[in-house]
């Protein structure tokens, strides 16, 4: 084994050979903490995606217009019949040359083809129409939130921005479940208030009291009958 000294001191060169090796079977430290955040960063995001992403309700994907709908729809090369234009209150759109347009129930590709086909029926030649749904038809909010009524959609509406936008609970709300009914539909489903539950155009959402409150409620009539009978019967007690 060979050594040499320096500097006063004795080293030997086998064992600094060993130390090396140790060096270099050891990761650093920075790199063991960097692998075990890269870990725990890749367990995070599966765990959020598993939470927030949820399916989108049956014809999503489609939107059906109804009325309350704005419209955009250009027609190319024809800014005259281009513009905006609302679902009226019976689902029909007026349009240049057009006239009334059935739009309710019907997708923006279906009224696309829609006016397609109508104006080149005797006004263009292989007309080119592109429409967009501009505002979406509002959405009500109603029982128990301090400002019950209609409200303007925005995409991806959930239940709590429902809520916020009417003001939040008021002190009767059962905050851990909500009602929501669907436009088109008779019966309303029950939803937890702490999913992220999208709503959609021309939905209701319905914020009902605990049972505490739906008790009090149904006795404070009686409640309010009985009292003047007890205070007198209090008075005249011997």
Same mark, same amino acid.
């Given at each position: 084994m060979s050594t040499f000294t320096k500097s006063g001191f004795r080293i030997s060169v086998a064992a600094g050979g060993l130390f090396a090796l140790a #060096?270099?079977? @050891?990761?650093? #430290?920075?790199a063991q903490e960097s692998g075990s955040l890269s870990l725990h960063a890749a367990h995070t995001s599966v765990s959020v995606e598993k939470i927030t992403v949820t399916a989108p309700r049956a014809g999503d994907l489609d /939107? *059906? #217009?109804g009325a309350g709908d704005k419209l955009r729809i250009t027609v190319y090369g024809e800014e005259d019949l281009s513009g905006e234009f609302q679902v009226d209150g019976t689902g029909y759109v007026r349009l240049p040359l057009i006239g009334d347009l059935a739009a309710a129930g019907l997708s923006a590709h279906q009224i696309e083809m829609r006016v397609e086909s109508a104006l080149d029926d005797g006004y263009l030649t292989h007309a080119r129409v592109a429409v967009e749904v501009m505002v979406y038809r509002p959405f009500s909010i109603i029982g128990e939130v301090n400002k019950p009524g209609e409200y303007p959609y925005v995409s991806n509406m959930t239940v709590m921005n429902a809520i916020a936008l009417a003001g +939040?609970? @008021?002190? *009767?709300? $059962?905050?851990? @479940? $909500? /009602?929501?009914?669907?436009? +088109?539909?008779?019966?309303?489903h029950p939803v937890a208030a702490d999913r992220p539950i999208r709503i959609f155009p021309g939905d209701v959402v319905r914020v009902p009291e605990t049972t505490f409150w739906v008790t009090a409620d149904i006795l404070s009539p009686v409640t309010a009958v009985l009292s003047p009978i007890t205070s007198l019967a209090y008075v005249l007690k011997p």
């Amino acid at each position: 084994m060979s050594t040499f000294t320096k500097s006063g001191f004795r080293i030997s060169v086998a064992a600094g050979g060993l130390f090396a090796l140790a #060096l270099c079977a @050891t990761p650093p #430290l920075a790199a063991q903490e960097s692998g075990s955040l890269s870990l725990h960063a890749a367990h995070t995001s599966v765990s959020v995606e598993k939470i927030t992403v949820t399916a989108p309700r049956a014809g999503d994907l489609d /939107y *059906k #217009l109804g009325a309350g709908d704005k419209l955009r729809i250009t027609v190319y090369g024809e800014e005259d019949l281009s513009g905006e234009f609302q679902v009226d209150g019976t689902g029909y759109v007026r349009l240049p040359l057009i006239g009334d347009l059935a739009a309710a129930g019907l997708s923006a590709h279906q009224i696309e083809m829609r006016v397609e086909s109508a104006l080149d029926d005797g006004y263009l030649t292989h007309a080119r129409v592109a429409v967009e749904v501009m505002v979406y038809r509002p959405f009500s909010i109603i029982g128990e939130v301090n400002k019950p009524g209609e409200y303007p959609y925005v995409s991806n509406m959930t239940v709590m921005n429902a809520i916020a936008l009417a003001g +939040g609970y @008021t002190q *009767k709300a $059962m905050a851990s @479940t $909500m /009602y929501v009914r669907h436009e +088109g539909e008779i019966d309303e489903h029950p939803v937890a208030a702490d999913r992220p539950i999208r709503i959609f155009p021309g939905d209701v959402v319905r914020v009902p009291e605990t049972t505490f409150w739906v008790t009090a409620d149904i006795l404070s009539p009686v409640t309010a009958v009985l009292s003047p009978i007890t205070s007198l019967a209090y008075v005249l007690k011997p």
